[in-house]
C-alpha cells in the first residue's frame, strides 16, 4: 500500500521538514524519516537552531569546551549551526546523488541581522558555504531589497541558494529576475551551471493569519466567507509565474547550458487556525517542481490522512486573481499586507536570533563558572 506522503512524491513535491536538531541527527530520527516518511530535504532558520540548542543537553559538552577556550556566543553559534548542518548534509547526501542535486539539501540562514546588509549577505554567505563545505547545502538568503543582489552575487560564485521570507507576487518576480541575473553571471565566470540549484521560499499560512485578521474586524457574511482562502491563491500565483518565466526565451538559453529551474517552495505550512483542516497548505498546494517544507507536526498529519487528489495549483489562476480582487474589494490592501510580513519576518528572525546568542552566551558563562 502507498502512502500520503508518498502519493505526494509522486505527484512532484518534493518533502522537506522545516526542523533540525543535534539530537534528531543523533538518535537516527532524520534518516528514519527519509525512510518512511519520503523526507529529501531540511531547512533551519533562527528560530529552529534557537530551540535546537537552548532547549537540549545535547550541545553541552561542547558549550563547556568553548568556555574554556574562551569563545564567545558569536562565533559558538557558528560552529555548532555549521556542524549540524554539515552532518545533516552527510544524512541526506544518497538523496542528493540520486536526483543529482535538486533534493537532498540542508539549508543555512545568514545572520538576519544583516538582511539590510547587502555586502554582508554576500560576505557571510560565502564564509557559511566555505565552513558547511558540503556540495548539497543551500545558503538562505531573505528576499529583502537588498537581499536580491546578494542572492544573483551568490549565486555567481556557485553557490546554491536558498531565498526566504517571500511574500509578494512581485517581489518573487524580482527574486526570480535575481535567479536569473546570477546564473547569467556564473556562466560568465565559467561555473557549471548544472552545479548550481535554487529553491524560492514563498510563505503561505502567515498571510491567511494577517487577512483572516483584517476579515474578522470587517465581519460582514462576504468577508467571513473569504477566510482561510488568500494563502493559497497567493502562493497558486506565484506558481503561475514559475511556469511563465521557465518556460521564457531567456530561460532557454539558461537551460541549454545545463541549468535547473528554482524551484518554488511552500514554507510556513503549519495551519496557525486550528479550524482549517491540519493539511491545507500541503495538499492544496500539489504541482509539480515545487518543495513543501512541513513543521513535523504537519508532515504527520499528512502522512497519516492526508488526501493527495493530484494538481490543485494550474486550474486555479483565475479563481485566485478573482479572491485577491475581491480581497482589495473590501478595502484589504495586498501591499499592505505583503509589506507587513515581510518586516514582522525578519523582525521574528532577527529575534530568535539574539535571544540564541543571548541564551549561548549565558550558558557559557555557566559553565566557565563551574570550571
Request: charged fraction near 25%; glycine fraction near 8%; proline fraction near 2%.
Amino acid at each position: 500500500m502507498t502512502t500520503p506522503t508518498a502519493d505526494l512524491s509522486a505527484a512532484g513535491v518534493s518533502i522537506w521538514m522545516d526542523d533540525l536538531s543535534r539530537t534528531r541527527l543523533v538518535t537516527g530520527s532524520l534518516k528514519q524519516l527519509i525512510a518512511e516518511k519520503n523526507v529529501v530535504g531540511v531547512t533551519t532558520n533562527p528560530s529552529i537552531f534557537e530551540a535546537a540548542i537552548t532547549k537540549s543537553d545535547a550541545y553541552k559538552a561542547e558549550l563547556k569546551a568553548f568556555s574554556a577556550q574562551g569563545v564567545q556566543s558569536e562565533e559558538a553559534v557558528f560552529e555548532m549551526t555549521t556542524a549540524d548542518v554539515a552532518d545533516g548534509c552527510d544524512v541526506f547526501a544518497a538523496v542528493a546523488e540520486a536526483t543529482k542535486g535538486v533534493d537532498g539539501r540542508v539549508s543555512i540562514e545568514v545572520d538576519p541581522r544583516k538582511a539590510w546588509d547587502t555586502e554582508g549577505t554576500i560576505a557571510e554567505a560565502k564564509r557559511l558555504y566555505a565552513k558547511v563545505n558540503k556540495k548539497n547545502v543551500y545558503i538562505k538568503i531573505p528576499a529583502t531589497v537588498e537581499g536580491l543582489e546578494a542572492i544573483t552575487a551568490t549565486l555567481a560564485e556557485g553557490i546554491s541558494v536558498n531565498v526566504t521570507l517571500i511574500f509578494s507576487l512581485e517581489r518573487y518576480r524580482a527574486v526570480v529576475n535575481a535567479f536569473l541575473s546570477g546564473l547569467e553571471k556564473a556562466k560568465a565566470n565559467g561555473h557549471n551551471l548544472a552545479d548550481i540549484h535554487s529553491v524560492a521560499s514563498f510563505f503561505v499560512s502567515r498571510v491567511d493569519t494577517e487577512i483572516d485578521k483584517r476579515l474578522v474586524a470587517i465581519g460582514t457574511e462576504q468577508a467571513l466567507g473569504l477566510k482561510g482562502k488568500a494563502g493559497l491563491a497567493n502562493a497558486r500565483l506565484a506558481y503561475q509565474i514559475f511556469e511563465e518565466v521557465f518556460s521564457s526565451e531567456r530561460w532557454a538559453l539558461l537551460a541549454d547550458a545545463g541549468a535547473l529551474p528554482q524551484r518554488p517552495l511552500w514554507a510556513s505550512t503549519g495551519v496557525k487556525d486550528p479550524a482549517y483542516p491540519d493539511t491545507l497548505y500541503v495538499t492544496g498546494l500539489v504541482a509539480k517542481d515545487v518543495v513543501n517544507t512541513m513543521p513535523e507536526k504537519t508532515l504527520d498529519a499528512t502522512f497519516d490522512h492526508g488526501v493527495v487528489t493530484g494538481d490543485t495549483v494550474t486550474g486555479s489562476y483565475e479563481e485566485s486573481n478573482a479572491l485577491l480582487n475581491e480581497l482589495e474589494g473590501l478595502g484589504i490592501s495586498y501591499n499592505d499586507v505583503v509589506g507587513l510580513l515581510e518586516t514582522e519576518g525578519l523582525e521574528k528572525f532577527v529575534a530568535s536570533w539574539k535571544d540564541l546568542l543571548n541564551h549561548v552566551q549565558d550558558a557559557l558563562d555557566a559553565a566557565g563558572k563551574e570550571a
